[in-house]
């Protein structure tokens, strides 16, 4: 069992960046790939990000690939999202994700893919 919570979201003007964290909890997270998803109102949770187990292979939705960066600390059982360049078109929930995978291609990217979520931040980005 793994339990996710996700900090760092909030309200930004476009531009401007902000850094979304996911606390992990338990001894096996380094077993773990991690996704980020988010979900605007009115519309299905998509793909935005995910990253292999050691941390060594990320892949990107188009939509935010050069702006966003995914990464993770292991040894504190945390999986970061850099957002840069924010626009209001990013607005949304986001989620992070747990997939019980040592693959070394991050080959994750369906919302049923995932064993484990977290609760959600909100990131409002204002134009």
């Known amino acids: 069992q793994v339990q996710l919570v996700e900090s760092g979201g909030g309200l930004v003007q476009a531009g401007g960046s902000l850094r979304l964290s996911c606390a992990a909890s338990?001894?096996?997270?380094?077993?773990?790939?991690m996704g980020w998803f988010r979900q605007a109102p009115e519309k299905e949770r998509e793909f935005v990000a995910t990253?292999?187990?050691?941390?060594?292979?990320?892949y990107y939705a188009d939509s935010v690939k050069g702006r966003f960066t995914i990464s993770r600390d292991n040894a504190k059982n945390t999986v970061y999202l850099q957002m840069n360049s924010l626009e209001p078109e990013d607005t949304a929930v986001y989620y992070c994700?747990?997939?019980?995978?040592?693959?070394?291609?991050?080959?994750?990217?369906?919302?049923?893919?995932?064993?484990?979520w977290g609760q959600g931040t909100q990131v409002t980005v204002s134009s």
């Open positions: 994700a747990a997939k019980l995978s040592v693959a070394s291609s991050p080959i994750w990217r369906k919302v049923g893919s995932f064993d484990y």
């Open positions: 338990g001894r096996t997270f380094s077993s773990y790939a």
């Open positions: 990253i292999t187990w050691s941390g060594g292979n990320a």
